[in-house]
């Protein structure tokens, strides 16, 4: 299977399958000199691991990182040093159950890519999806968490602001309140909104979709391109491919439709530090594929998993009808481990594009 890269110069490729010994990462590119320890990458890998709570997956994996190349140790023994040479990162699969997907060896689960991936290989690994298996993006966090690090001031956060039709309310928005709850959410007042409705869910065998939100300050005015190469389309790109994401915005997104120009126009003076003010970040932070210096602001939807309690109608690999309930550990709402990932994914491509500005215009921004 090819295309399991994403980047320019910063270049990660993943690899592994959610059923497998184990899954990660190659990244090509990192500079070296790059200082960090395994307790700063696990710190996000830990955000996204399943079996945290009843609104997750029961699969339980620790998601350890172990390094195996690229780094060397500093004298401390803890922070490791990256040297410029590929960095390969591994997270071993413990809590893997082949058997509960032997019901669907040969039908095709509706909504999944079941169908899609047999029909261009001829062949699909049926044990929790393979490589379509949002597994695959624990490998993501990974780099993510090495890619924070290339570009000193950057700050990456994200939160889940929409499950179903329940939508947080954006006068309650609180960073802080982010890490207090199982949702990611901002909004306190939301939770148990929340609670009551994927419980419903969970119990039904259903699932759900959802609207994560990751916003990105310190990025560093200038990086970017036009035309072919700007940074929003790359964050589109990079986010577009997690699995289960059927949209992205940057900004106002499809909002922006319903706007004036004068309404949608990031208005600007010059502050009384001398660096120019924007009045508005209708844009997001990045006008003609360029960053502003603003904070950058992505959102993505969720669809809800295809893998649910629920019976319905498919067909198998011999061409007859069949109804399909896939049995299993799977997310009631998938949206809700998307969070760190699309971290990571923003992260990775603010730092592919910081140094590829450098290398253009040889500033360090």
Not at 240 to 254: D, L, P, R, T, Y
Request: charged content about 25%; some cysteine.
């Amino acid at each position: 299977m090819s295309h399991n890269t994403f980047g320019y110069l910063f270049r990660v490729s993943t690899w592994g399958e959610s059923h497998g010994p184990a899954l990660g990462c190659v990244i090509d590119g990192c500079p070296p000199g790059i200082r960090f320890t395994l307790a700063e990458v696990q710190q996000w890998m830990d955000k996204r691991k399943p079996g945290q709570s009843r609104f997750v997956t029961q699969r339980r994996e620790d998601d350890i990182v172990k390094v195996l190349s690229g780094v060397m140790l500093d004298e401390d023994g803890e922070t490791m040093i990256t040297t410029g040479t590929p960095v390969s990162m591994m997270i071993e699969n413990t809590d893997q159950r082949s058997k509960d997907y032997g019901e669907i060896a040969k039908s095709f689960r509706p909504g999944h890519a079941d169908f899609t991936y047999d029909l261009k290989y001829g062949i699909r690994d049926y044990r929790g999806g393979g490589r379509s298996s949002a597994r695959e993006t624990a490998a993501r966090v990974a780099a993510g968490a090495l890619a924070r690090k290339v570009v000193p001031s950057l700050d990456v956060r994200g939160a889940l602001v929409q499950i179903g039709k329940h939508k947080i309310n954006r006068a309650n928005w609180d960073w802080n309140q982010v890490d207090q709850n199982p949702f990611f959410c901002p909004d306190a007042a939301m939770v148990p909104v929340w609670e009551e409705y994927l419980d419903g869910i969970r119990k039904a065998g259903s699932s759900i979709g959802a609207v994560v939100e990751v916003v990105a300050e310190g990025v560093p005015a200038g990086i970017g391109a036009p035309i072919y190469a700007k940074l929003d389309q790359d964050i589109a790109s990079n986010l577009m491919s997690i699995n289960a994401v059927k949209g992205v915005e940057i900004g106002e997104g499809f909002a922006a439709a319903e706007l004036t120009g004068e309404e949608n126009a990031d208005e600007m003076r010059m502050g009384n530090d001398g660096k120019p003010l924007f009045l508005s970040n209708h844009s997001g932070g990045i006008l003609g594929g360029i960053a502003t210096g603003q904070p950058i602001v992505a959102r993505f939807a969720i669809k809800p998993t295809s893998s649910i309690l629920t019976e319905r109608q498919s067909i198998d690999t011999d061409g007859n009808n069949v109804d399909v309930r896939t049995k299993g550990r799977h997310d009631p709402c998938v949206g809700i481990r998307a969070v760190p990932i699309g971290e990571a994914m923003v992260a990775c491509t603010v730092a592919d594009h910081y140094l590829r500005d450098r290398g253009q215009t040889g500033r360090l921004k």
